[in-house]
């Protein structure tokens, strides 16, 4: 079975700029979290999704926005881009709201 | 709040010697896992305790939820190179709908 995939693996912005970010579930896996991950900050709740509707959010402005499509695949968007936005993006899968969660590898974002 | 208060934050050992690592709250959890990241790659899980007072072995290391499954320990023997990493603990507050994280230990195995 194959596992949790982001993509891309790197990704480099400039300040004021948007962008997106995809995940991919293990297959039969309706629930999918994000997080952003600092050295400063450890790791962050962004928001969770399940059967397309967001069952929780995190402290996060109103930039970080997400959602979950029928298939389950999720993305999240980030408008205006800070130097501070600059993290690893962590997605993770699991069966249903409450499981254990299986992560992907990351989306290393850089801000320029 | 309901935090999960993992120490000690930072572990530097010569390899083949023990550790253990601590997960601790004051809520009650329905679950517990215990995960391990490397730099730059997504935490991967080793392992899932449910049950108060459980021990799970996973060859060298060993994981135990408390009785009242508001803590959690890993215990690893003689630890290798190899085991380097963030070892994160999290669990699902019973009668909750989100997964807390704790902040993690960083552990370095020097040969």
């Known amino acids: 079975k194959a596992g949790v995939t982001q993509t891309p693996r790197y990704l480099i912005k400039t300040r004021g700029q948007q962008v997106t970010l995809s995940c991919s579930p293990i297959?039969?896996?309706?629930?999918v979290s994000w997080y952003q991950q600092t050295p400063g900050q450890g790791l962050q709740f962004l928001f969770e999704?399940?059967?397309?509707?967001?069952?929780n959010k995190g402290n996060f402005p109103g930039r970080f926005s997400g959602r979950q499509f029928s298939n389950s695949r999720s993305e999240m968007n980030v408008s205006t881009l800070e130097l501070g936005d600059s993290a690893l993006y962590l997605c993770?899968?699991?069966?249903?709201?409450?499981?254990?969660?299986?992560f992907g590898p990351g989306t290393r974002l850089t801000v320029l | 709040t309901q935090l999960l208060e993992q120490s000690p934050q930072f572990l530097s050992i010569q390899e083949g010697e023990n550790l253990t690592v601590y997960c601790n709250s004051s809520?009650?959890?329905?679950?517990l896992q215990w995960y391990r990241q490397e730099p730059g790659e997504g935490p991967v899980l080793l392992v899932t305790?449910?049950?108060?007072?459980e021990v799970k072995k996973l060859k060298r290391l060993t994981f135990q939820f408390g009785d009242a499954r508001k803590d959690s320990s890993l215990h690893i023997t003689a630890a290798q190179p190899g085991d380097t990493g963030l070892y994160l603990c999290?669990?699902?507050?019973?009668?909750?709908?989100?997964?807390?994280f704790g902040a993690g230990t960083r552990l370095f195995v020097k040969a």
């Open positions: 993770a899968s699991s069966l249903s709201l409450n499981n254990e969660q299986f």
């Open positions: 297959s039969g896996h309706r629930s």
């Open positions: 999704y399940f059967s397309e509707t967001q069952r």
């Open positions: 809520s009650v959890f329905s679950s």
């Open positions: 305790v449910v049950t108060g007072g």
């Open positions: 999290a669990g699902s507050v019973t009668g909750g709908f989100k997964t807390i």
